[in-house]
């Protein structure tokens, strides 16, 4: 707040307005009038809206995204045909067209909606002979912005969270569930040279210990649950050390690796499980949580739950007596 009262008073006491302060209509409709002739004001205000914007976002306080995006591309536009007029002198075009494709091409971009982006810049504005550069600018903008940032301004916060969405209803829902939601984290490290009865011992003992990671000088060895352990050792008839009685092949896949993927690897490599280390590039010693077969089907039942109950709903309504009245013409 201190800093947008700064930036507001400066504003004030130099130009005899606020501009930047609250939705920015105000602003936006001397872009579209022409009143604004000069083209470096008009990118001043620009740079000053973004950050205003910013501040006020990125700390938390409310505000929204459509109105300051209209504000944005109104002054973005209208400063850059401004600038080609300075510089081309007899170059007949518009400044007003050019402010409202930059407001179509700021909200298509930054919310990922840009049908009703154009839709709703020729409602405001009634003017349907830009509709081609409207079309233009948005397809433009809208692929600039996919091409630097997958997300929205919508779903980049949940994106930070680990939270990812499905682009449309019939995603592939295996794409929403990542690596590091799915793994289980209690791991157990146990040197190679581990006596049998000592490792036996670990496993009775430590009951939260899931999984057991078996490192030695070589990396890691193997990587096993707490049933294989139990089993191997029920069933060893030669090993002395925990190195020589588990040795069992696994796969490595990153922290953001999707559902997908993890399934990929455990087919193409032939494994029932998947160590997680905290990047691509990270060695197998680095492990930090380990995805079996059976936590790979609990989190395709669990993604595939969202669709099964919205179609239970939808028969649901359907069985309902009105539904049935409809269907008989009454």
Known sequence: MLLLGLVL????RTTGHYHIEGVGYATIQDVLLGTMPQAGFL????????LATSLSLGSGASGGVFSPALFLGATL????????????????????AFAVAGMAGLVGASTAAPITAIVMIL?????YSVVI?????????YGVRTFFSRDSIYT??????????????????????????????????????????????????????RWFVIEGEEGTV???????????????QSGSTAGELLRRRFSTASRDATLLQILGTMRSEETAVVAIVRAPADSSSDIVGVIGKEMVVDAMTEALDMFSQQDSGNR????????????RGG
């Open 43 to 50: 990118i001043l205000l620009f740079a000053l809206k973004l």
């Open 77 to 96: 536009g209208g400063g850059y045909v401004l600038f080609l007029h300075r510089v081309l002198p007899g170059l007949d075009i518009s400044p007003p």
């Open 156 to 209: 980049l916060k949940l994106t930070r969270r680990g939270q990812y969405l499905p682009e449309g209803m019939h995603a592939n829902v295996h794409e929403m569930k990542r690596a590091e939601t799915i793994m289980d984290t209690a791991l157990l490290t146990v040197p190679t040279e581990t006596p049998v009865t000592e490792f036996a011992a670990l496993v009775r003992d430590e009951r939260k210990a």
């Open 133 to 141: 550069p409207l079309v233009m600018t948005v397809a433009m903008s």
């Open 9 to 12: 008073y400066l504003l004030f």
């Open 222 to 236: 193997a990587v096993e649950s707490r049933v294989s352990a139990l089993a191997a050792l029920a069933g060893n």
């Open 316 to 327: 649901a309504r359907n069985r309902s007596p009105w539904a049935t009245l409809l269907r």
């Open 123 to 127: 409602e405001m504005t009634y003017d």
